[in-house]
């Protein structure tokens, strides 16, 4: 589904602040596969996702989804393969527009847009029904302005724009950090929920060690831009956090320093 | 008091000109409204592309193309004006507002090379022109009044009605998403560069009918006629959108920001009259509009900061420990 082949990525090279970001990612991501990734700050999670996004171009190395070759599509060209949900709610959507526009522009993603009304009465009526199921009372603010939701609400639409039109993809960045507790563990589910539902191969960044074991099929740890441990199934579920504490050690030769890393509840 | 009546009629004579002349900045005003409130891009370029939109218009009227010909010609160049400004922004990475200088200038030359010379006159006895300023004045027949008035009515009615359609489409949304949230936009498959090329071309293609009819009400077309028309075009936009705000609150939806936009206008020029029969000059209406944006701008603002000052908070603090414990 996903293939990442020795990705390479610096920021401002030849300048004393160059910064190897991704220094050779190998990743294969089988159709439905749901990967949680957990790493130390700066290990390269977020650029490892931008990188497939297309947020830039890579220095070195090829990006294939679903067989087809990527790696020299700008972003928005890629788009048709790809659902993202950023960590900062204010990222994923337009809070100028209403919540009904929002998803319409969503369902459209990757698709010719032409002079056909942005949004058909049709889709109104299938929106009020999706929104329904979040649950959240937004199928009576359809016609609201996204800018008054809150953090976890715009998450929760967030996650519906980015599986609306179901994407080979779906890439998750620290999504409930900016969460409350509780409000995360709701959009936590939701994701599940989702990703279950529509058979999705998904990635998903956590600094939450626990909610990287509870969830996905597969977990991966990333450490100084590479992948350093890659576990799933029956070995994958049966992870405890100090396992994953001392294999980063091995695998690193040094302790894990993520200040936000939550090795507890 | 007699003096006061004088001017009052003067007042009234004037209005239906200062209408028609605000309905014409309207234009332009609507151009402004899209690249700076739905594109979030200050665009200078209009500057350029109102005095090119006026002397196409003009060279073509006198030459024998017909009118309106001309003026749908008129737009096309004010097009290609925004075209350039988009070209020197998303293709050569210049920076918005000094693409738009750039475009402005070399559209001084443009002027000067299209008539020769600085001004370009075309007389509404010669030509068959759809406005004058010459049928608003005191002395005409409220027909011919109603008529001039009514004509650049009917332009500012009919863009407003194609915006609105427009900016409802799947396109036209997909420009709204780049002015609000151009990372998303990527991230749903919108090319960025291309919605804000289209977006800067239409804006400066209604600045360059603006143009048309400006170069047609006055009787002539002028390299300056352009000096400073962004600001105009920002004061409509400001003056309507508080109103809008002040009056329609939660209802002041897409159409009512595109018309507001050109009561604004009509606003700026009846309010400008006001200024001049209190005592500003001519001389100072440049003056008079950098005023109105720079007060209209500051004021939400200043607002906001009074709201969260620290003179205040540190005044409060001592209200709240009692006497005895001033701050440093
Ligand atoms: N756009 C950028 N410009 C410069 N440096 C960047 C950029 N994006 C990421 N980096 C750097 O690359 C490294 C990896 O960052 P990132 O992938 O965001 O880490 P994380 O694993 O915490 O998500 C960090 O050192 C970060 O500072
Ligand atoms: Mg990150």
């Given amino acids: 589904m996903l293939e990442l082949h020795n990705i390479k990525k610096a920021f401002n090279k030849g300048t004393i602040n160059e910064k190897r970001a991704l220094n050779g990612v190998e990743l294969t991501l089988d159709d439905g596969d749901f990967v949680t990734i957990i790493g130390g700050n700066g290990a390269g999670k977020s650029t490892t996702l931008n990188a497939i996004a297309g947020v830039w171009p890579v220095d070195e190395g090829a990006i294939i989804i679903n067989g087809q070759n990527v790696t020299g599509l700008s972003e928005h060209k890629r788009a048709k393969f790809i659902g993202r949900v950023f960590q900062d709610p204010m990222t994923g959507t337009a809070a100028t527009m209403e919540i009904q526009e929002n998803l319409a522009l969503a369902a459209r993603r990757g698709e010719k847009r032409g002079l056909r009304w942005g949004i058909t009465k049709r889709e109104r009526e299938e929106y009020h029904e999706m929104l329904k199921s979040l649950d959240l009372g937004l199928e009576d603010r359809m016609t609201a302005k996204v800018g008054l939701l809150s953090g976890g609400q715009r998450q929760a639409l967030t996650l519906l724009m980015a599986t609306l039109k179901k994407p080979e993809i779906l890439l998750l960045d620290e999504h409930t950090a900016a969460l409350d507790p509780k409000t995360a563990a709701k959009v936590l589910e939701l994701s599940d929920k989702i990703i279950a539902e529509h058979h999705l191969t998904a990635m998903m960044v956590t600094h939450n060690m626990n909610d990287a074991i509870k969830h996905g099929n597969r977990l991966i740890m990333m450490n100084d831009g590479k992948v350093i441990f890659d576990v799933k199934g029956e070995e994958k579920a049966k992870l405890t956090v100090d396992d994953l504490l001392v294999k980063f050690e091995q695998a690193s030769g040094t302790k894990l320093n993520n200040d936000r890393m939550l090795l507890s509840e | ?328």
């Fill in chain 2, 1 to 328: 008091m007699e003096l006061f009546l004088s001017k009052l009629s003067t007042f009234g004579n004037a209005i239906p000109g200062d209408i028609t002349q605000g309905l014409i900045w309207g234009v332009l005003a609507i151009g402004v409204f899209i690249t700076y409130k739905i594109l979030d891009f200050a665009d200078l370029t209009v500057d350029g592309s109102l005095g090119l939109g006026g002397v196409v218009a003009v060279v073509l009227i006198t030459n024998g193309v017909p009118v309106p010909l001309a003026m749908f010609i008129a737009f096309l160049a004010g097009c290609a004006a925004g075209f350039v400004t988009a070209f020197f922004n998303t293709a050569l990475g210049i920076p918005g507002i000094l693409s738009g200088i750039l475009t402005q200038l070399a559209l001084y030359s443009v002027y000067l090379d299209i008539n020769g010379k600085a001004n370009a006159p075309v007389s509404v006895d010669k030509y068959p022109l759809v406005l004058s300023s010459r049928f608003v004045t005191a002395g005409n027949a409220s027909a011919d009044i109603i008529k001039t008035v009514g004509t650049a009515l009917i332009f500012v009615v009919c863009i407003i009605a194609i915006l609105y359609w427009f900016f409802g489409t799947e396109y036209g949304m997909a420009i709204r998403a780049t002015g609000c949230n151009s990372n998303l936009s990527k991230a749903e498959g919108i090319n960025t560069k291309r919605t804000t090329i289209v977006t800067l071309v239409i804006s400066n293609g209604l600045v360059g009918l603006s143009g048309a009819l400006l170069a047609q009400y006055q009787g002539f077309a002028d390299v300056n006629m352009g000096r400073g028309a962004i600001v105009i075009g920002l004061a409509s936009v400001i003056i309507g959108m508080v109103l809008g705000e002040v009056i329609l609150r939660k209802h002041f939806n897409f159409i009512a920001k595109l018309s507001f936009t050109a009561l604004g206008a009509i606003i700026y020029f009846v309010v400008l009259r006001i200024v001049m029969l209190i005592g500003l000059s001519t001389d100072n209406t440049k003056l008079f509009s950098a005023v109105i944006v720079a007060v209209f701008l500051a004021v939400p603002y200043l607002q906001k900061q009074s709201r969260a000052s620290f003179a205040k908070a540190g005044k409060r603090s001592e209200e709240s420990l009692g006497a005895g414990k001033e701050s440093v």
